[in-house]
């Protein structure tokens, strides 16, 4: 059992940043793969980066590549998304994700724990 535990989400104008950490705890042995999904309204969940459980690989959207970055802090077992250059269309609420193995897979049934999630709203 993985819980998890996001915060840094608010209210940003276009071309603004925000970073976004995800902190993670484990009651028994876990060195798996965390992402970021977001859910717009009307829309469906969405794949946003993923990285693996030593940071060594990280993966992202179309929509985001060159503008987010995801890291670890594998000491702390928490997992940052800074946000750069942000959009209204990036507007949605944030999921970090964490799975049992250690390859940032982008795919969102691969991933077994989840935290609640922190609005991201950005303005034009």
């Known amino acids: 059992q993985v819980q998890l535990a996001e915060s840094g989400g608010g209210l940003v104008q276009a071309g603004g940043s925000l970073r976004l950490s995800c902190a993670a705890s484990?009651?028994?042995?876990?060195?798996?793969?965390m992402g970021w999904f977001r859910h717009a309204p009307g829309k469906d969940r969405n794949f946003v980066a993923a990285?693996?459980?030593?940071?060594?690989?990280?993966n992202y959207s179309d929509s985001v590549k060159g503008r987010f970055t995801i890291s670890r802090d594998t000491a702390k077992n928490t997992v940052y998304l800074q946000m750069n250059s942000l959009k209204p269309e990036d507007t949605a609420t944030y999921y970090c994700?964490?799975?049992?193995?250690?390859?940032?897979?982008?795919?969102?049934?691969?991933?077994?724990?989840w935290g609640q999630g922190t609005e991201v709203t950005v303005s034009s």
């Open positions: 484990a009651r028994t042995f876990w060195r798996g793969a």
């Open positions: 994700g964490a799975r049992l193995g250690g390859i940032a897979t982008m795919t969102e049934e691969n991933y077994s724990f």
């Open positions: 990285i693996s459980w030593s940071g060594e690989t990280a």
